[in-house]
């Protein structure tokens, strides 16, 4: 009888063990209260290039003259990379953040032409339509890698920002610049630290305006 | 007879100390050892990845050793466990797959062993001490502008994607698209994965011509597929008139680009990737523990142009 018992009590325990075992092991969630927590984690790259921009204004306002830049990168190349050129990555490919003023010399499809002002022979070539890459992300070297852990979410915030230039700052300007104008910009540059080719050396703007 | 055996033991023990002291001299006195495990041997790209980091780790003094998973992340798994017991210091790490690849490198978090990522990723932060990177989205957006360019923003293209689980084929495929689908004039009649591989782009592309005789232009994920498809052309006296691009800097491509065949690839650096992940094990076997999450490696576009300046793989 006591055997009985005894078994019956070890049966009631190995139950309840599994029972307690069970409960803390399964649990039910309405799928779009789970997906609804995904999407908050998600990074938000458009709103995070909004802040960017508000950062990188006055960075880009205590930017080198583009004159002083130019004559920077014959003299001495390497002491124009060391101080003004920043990149997230390892490798040549490397930007700078510059600003200057010129006079509207020709309006091509993809680009425009300016004769930079105080120089004798300096030509500058603006984007006017192909604005990707990460030349404004990465130029105002205001940008920790470590706060990344993600390769997606930073070339996310490179492609805001160049739509944000597409889309909000080019449109404005194109409608009103002719042939003669002349502009104040600001914007970056990329070029190849052990192959630099300033001959195809094109400005991506971040802010450009006609002086009128 | 009690002093006899105290006397004994103490000796025993003795022994034993000096025995251990010898061990953890000998220990001292080997080099560290260093796993450098790649996805596959069959690539040249990936052998020049593999023996740059050789190098690199017994130029810093580190016995180094090449495992090839064959593309296969069972033998990857036989590889991470053979290095956990075999006791190495580190593993300089090519994945197989982004998501395969993962519960390796747990492994060997899990072991103590840091894990440094080369050219391609694992699907998960955290467990890998570092990944370095080539930045192969920001690459194909560069490429992706000079094919919008080249083609006269029109015109049919197919794309030849590469191993579906690897992170690179998407990555570099977003970045060609983040260009390139903003002009609507450019229509990608077919997009096919020939995963990375030569015979297999051949295959597809021949298949692809078939049902698209007109196409413009060929985008490849890789420099491999790009050659498969130029030889598709070739076969089908369509190499003319069709623009091809690849991705990685391949000698043959270089080469290809020199004569006019293939219009442009994008440059990886597999040296500056081993070079910088020895580095970082060697730092980390230091002492350092702050090492970035990921590390790109910038990509450079390779055209008539600049064909020049570069011998395949980056070499300089």
Known sequence: MLAMVQKFFKYLFLLFLLFVIGYNSIYFKKLDEVNAASVSKKFDAKNYAAGYFQKLLPVLQQSVDINSLHGLLHSDPSKAFDTYSHGLGIGNIKYFLTQGKGKVISIEESSMLLMVNDSSNLNIRIATEFVYGNAIRDAGGIINLKDFTSTSDLNDVSAEINKKIRNEVLPTFLKQVKTGDMVAFAGAIELNRQHPDMKQMELVPVTINGIY | ?316
């Open chain 2, 1 to 316: 007879m009690k002093k006899v055996m105290r006397t004994i033991k103490y000796l025993m023990l003795l022994l034993l100390l000096i025995a251990g002291g010898c061990k953890n001299d000998a220990k001292k006195d080997k080099p560290k050892k260093i796993a450098v495990i790649v996805s596959t041997l069959n690539n040249p790209w990936f052998v020049f990845l593999a023996e740059t980091a050789v190098k690199e780790a017994t130029g810093m003094g580190y016995e180094a050793r090449i495992f090839d998973s064959q593309n296969n992340t069972a033998i990857e798994t036989e590889h991470f466990e053979n290095a956990i017991v075999s006791g190495f210091d580190a593993i300089l790490f090519n994945p197989t797959d982004a998501e395969g690849s993962v519960s390796n490198v747990g492994k060997a978090k899990v072991a103590g062993i840091p894990v440094f990522c080369m050219d391609r990723e694992v699907n998960k932060t955290g467990i890998a001490t570092s990944q370095i990177l080539s930045d192969s989205y920001s690459g194909c957006v560069t490429i992706a502008k000079y094919f919008v360019q080249a083609n006269n923003k029109k015109g049919k293209y197919v794309e030849l994607l590469g191993l579906v689980g690897d992170n690179n084929t998407w990555n570099r495929s977003k970045g060609f698209h983040s260009v390139v689908d903003n002009y609507p004039g450019l229509k990608m009649v077919a997009q096919q994965s020939a995963d990375f591989d030569r015979n297999k782009a051949l295959e597809v592309m021949e298949s692809i011509l078939t049902a698209n005789p007109d196409i413009d232009a060929v985008f490849c994920g890789n420099d491999a597929m790009a050659m498969g498809a130029y030889q598709a052309l070739v076969a089908a006296g369509k190499d003319a008139n069709v623009k091809v691009f690849g991705f990685d800097g391949a000698d043959d491509v270089v080469d290809a680009i020199k004569e006019g065949k293939i219009m442009a690839t994008g440059m990886q650096f597999p040296e500056v990737m081993a070079q910088t992940a020895a580095k970082y094990a060697d730092e980390y076997l230091k002492g350092k523990r702050d090492f970035p999450e990921k590390m790109p490696v910038a990509v450079e576009i390779v055209t008539k142009a600049n064909v020049d300046n570069y011998l395949a793989y980056g070499k300089k």
